[in-house]
């Protein structure tokens, strides 16, 4: 997904302080770690930011997930990310 088409679909108050709008900054990151990954398979320092950000993430997720599941499933539909194993209460 391209960032700019996903950016203009937050509305303008809501862009950098918003649930959706951090996990998509922290999912860009993934995505740019995982590949650095790829080619430095030995790099320990940035798999221990990787598995900071994927907490982080799933943090914000779980708490999109309780406060408004519409949203959430809207969110992970469009960055492709699938569905957390937690259950939800």
Known sequence: MV??????????K???GSVE???FRFTNK????TSHLEVHKKDYLSQT?????????QR?????????RAR????????????SKTKTR
């Open 21 to 23: 709008f951090q996990v």
């Open 60 to 68: 914000l997720l779980a708490y999109l997930e309780k406060k408004n």
């Open 14 to 16: 809501e862009r950098r």
């Open 30 to 33: 993934i995505r740019r770690l």
């Open 72 to 83: 959430y499933k809207e969110l992970i539909g469009q960055l492709g990310i699938r569905e």
């Open 49 to 57: 930011g990787l598995r900071k950000i994927l907490g982080k993430r």
């Open 3 to 12: 960032k700019s088409t996903f950016i203009s679909v937050i509305s303008e």
